[in-house]
């Protein structure tokens, strides 16, 4: 094996001749014309589809820049609608503030426009205008948060015109641990009920907050002191 070895370490390597670079160079050119050939006939068979396949990749690229655009207008847009109410109500001019609120609930989605309907409601009751307001924000306003927050401000409003039954079922959206105002709603049904002299089952809504480890403790400590 070892002079196996030696042998091959003493071959030389075989130098090409001039005629056999010039062999390679013409088989490399007749490959790269070959491959040339290749792509120009299927550029020239397909060369409808592929601009067809350009222009759409640019289309889409042109209205996806378009898009967010337009949607960075619209918040910018809707952000200075909003502090033009605030600065009327800072103003003092809540009448106007009240209308501007109100116009830009209509045209702002999502939590900020919940929440300019929502100054508009409480402008409105302030005012004497009614509750259409906060009633519309807890039947179709965007975020779970200030349907529910609406639901219990107009709780409090008509609680004496109703009694604790219908009280607590007009509660009822409220009373789910998904609602922010699961504890509140609960207290205050469980004060609807003592209102009435409904002792007992009062003590079981009273009960069942001071039972939740979870339940704030400021809620926590007023249902105690009124258990």
């Not at 759409?56 to 655009?69: D, E, K, P, S």
């Not at 001019?93 to 939590?111: M, P, T, V």
């Not at 004497?128 to 307001?133: F, V």
Request: charged share 25%; glycine share 4%; proline share 2%.
């Amino acid at each position: 094996m070892a002079s196996m070895l030696s042998r091959n370490k003493n071959l030389k390597p075989v130098k090409k001749s001039m005629e056999d670079h010039a062999e390679d160079a013409l088989y490399r050119e007749i490959s790269e014309d070959v491959q040339t050939q290749k792509l120009y006939d299927f550029v020239k068979k397909y060369k409808y589809w592929l601009i067809a396949a350009a222009i759409a990749i640019m289309l889409v690229t042109v209205g996806i820049q378009i898009f967010r655009h337009y949607k960075h207008e619209v918040k910018m847009a809707q952000a200075r609608e909003f502090e033009a109410a605030l600065d009327l109500a800072q103003s003092g001019d809540l009448s106007a503030a009240d209308e501007a609120f109100a116009r830009a609930a209509a045209k702002i989605n999502g939590g900020m426009g919940d929440l300019a309907l929502f100054k508009s409601a409480i402008m409105d009751l302030q005012a004497g205008k009614g509750s259409e307001r906060l009633e519309r924000l807890a039947k179709k306003g965007a975020t779970r948060d200030f349907r529910d927050l609406a639901l219990v401000q107009l709780a409090t409003l008509n609680a004496d015109s109703m009694d604790s039954a219908k009280f607590e079922k007009f509660m009822s959206p409220v009373l789910t641990i998904k609602s922010p105002f699961y504890y509140t709603g609960m207290l205050l049904v469980a004060q609807k009920y003592l209102a009435e002299g409904n002792t007992a089952t009062a003590n079981k809504w009273l009960d069942k907050i001071i039972s939740d480890k979870n339940a704030p403790a400021s809620v926590a400590g007023m249902a105690e002191s009124l258990r």
